[in-house]
């Protein structure tokens, strides 16, 4: 009997001794997956409605839309019209029209799981079409002496100049945050580049409806939004936790 115990303790210290010596893996991997959400993002631009309300001068509309396709990736879109009327110094115009955007945007911000919020750099092509109304325009004359409080009138009556189009490139830089589950604001910045346009050899293209004002001699423009949108979550994707687990150095203190 006392040769039983006597091996059945020698296997226990041999296999103590075993278990001892097997050496503890610090860096174990973590198989936790986590659920990220995709789907489509709808909104308005709150500017050109604010705009509206405010100026008599100005009616405009924009929808903004994003659909997320990777984990920092974005196909965006924004539509719209405008209407804008200004008073130059020797004439009245108005001009109105459509327009399209579609681009990407790349997310540059590192969320916490569960978050889908943006700081973005992103990139548009962008389409417009619309029509010039010259309402009235007085001549300019450097002989004042029988009108001098005001230039002479050439006419009072509205001249159209229809079918004018443009095309520009456009730079994107904002932010869209989680204010509530699924809602989301947002504000741009963006820089316009003229690619083509046509325009009326009798009064030129001094307002793009999406791209802003035109200035003489310049291809250049700029513009800003800042929308409020809600998220529709079409499906979730499993992507891999990254986590960042100290060494055996790192735990010890070693520098």
């Known amino acids: 009997m006392s040769r039983y115990f006597i091996s059945l303790l020698i296997v226990l210290c041999s296999y103590t001794a075993y278990s001892q010596d097997k050496p503890i893996d610090l860096n174990q991997k973590d198989s936790i997956t986590y659920q990220q959400s995709y789907g489509l993002r709808l909104g308005v631009d709150l500017s050109r409605i604010l705009r509206t309300s405010l100026d008599d001068n100005y009616k405009g509309l924009e929808l903004i839309a994003d659909y997320r396709l990777t984990q920092n990736l974005y196909i965006a879109a924004e539509i719209g019209n405008e209407e804008k009327t200004k008073q130059e110094d020797l004439y009245n115009f108005t001009t109105s029209g459509s327009y399209i955007k579609v681009g990407v945007d790349k997310n540059n911000y590192a969320n916490w799981y569960g978050e889908q919020n943006m700081i973005y750099i992103g990139g548009r092509l962008a389409f417009s079409t619309f029509e010039n109304t010259l309402n009235n325009y007085q001549y300019f004359d450097t002989n004042r002496y029988w009108s001098s409080e005001d230039f002479p009138n050439g006419s009072m009556t509205p001249e159209n100049f229809s079918g004018l189009s443009a095309t520009w490139l456009e730079g994107v830089f904002g932010t869209k945050v989680e204010m509530f589950k699924n809602f989301y604001l947002g504000a741009s910045i963006r820089l316009g580049i003229i690619l083509s346009q046509k325009e009326n050899d009798r009064f030129p293209n001094l307002y793009i409806p999406g791209f802003n004002k035109v200035t003489d001699g310049s291809r250049f423009g700029v513009g800003y939004n800042y929308s409020i949108s809600y998220v529709l979550p079409f ?21």
Do not use: D, F, R, V
């Open 235 to 255: 499906y979730k994707k499993k992507k891999k936790a990254s986590t960042n687990t100290p060494t055996e150095e790192q735990s010890s203190g070693e520098l």
